[in-house]
């Protein structure tokens, strides 16, 4: 479980890489299609369609990171004076409920990107391939399940009074 815990970890942390490639590039498409469109007066056709295909590549490989290190969006009001074994048990569960989420949502987003192979679909003003964009909301849907699946046994080893395998978010173990 070590093994795998790692592996996820690394995987985590390269795709938050191309996020923040992602993001750089957005910064970086934003500011020539101003330049274009105000002081050469020729803006660039497919600009805001990349920029807007980029910002969700951003968000989606970032979240795999955030789950990992858990600073996702927690609603604690019941959870935060918990103590104990009571706190893992409703960490479960919650982890339980989210990945049963993530696995739908999963499904879904795998189905509408082959359709949209199947179409061969193609955005309006730059008629780029729309398909491989939307694959990465199942690719990363995918680690995130896999990272939360992790987390549940992880839980279970920390109920049981072992560490935690999960080093990215070590600092906030659950305690």
Sequence with gaps: MHFVVRCLERLALGMN???????????????LGV???YLVGSPFMFSDEFVGLLFVSMAFLS????LAMRRHI??????REMGGP????????ATLIMTTFAV???V???DFAAFAKLLDARSDVGAMLLWPWMAL????????????????????RQLAGKPSLFLVSSMEEVS
């Design 137 to 156: 909301l199942p690719a990363c849907t995918a680690v995130i399940v896999l990272i939360s699946i992790a987390q549940v046994f992880d839980n279970l």
């Design 17 to 31: 890489w191309l996020a923040a490639l992602a993001a750089v590039l957005m910064s970086l498409f934003v500011f």
């Design 86 to 93: 009571l706190r893992y048990v409703v960490d479960i569960a």
């Design 63 to 66: 979240m795999p990171l955030g």
């Design 108 to 110: 879904l987003s795998y």
């Design 74 to 79: 927690i609603l604690d009001i019941v959870t």
């Design 35 to 37: 330049v274009m469109r």
């Design 104 to 106: 739908w949502f999963m």
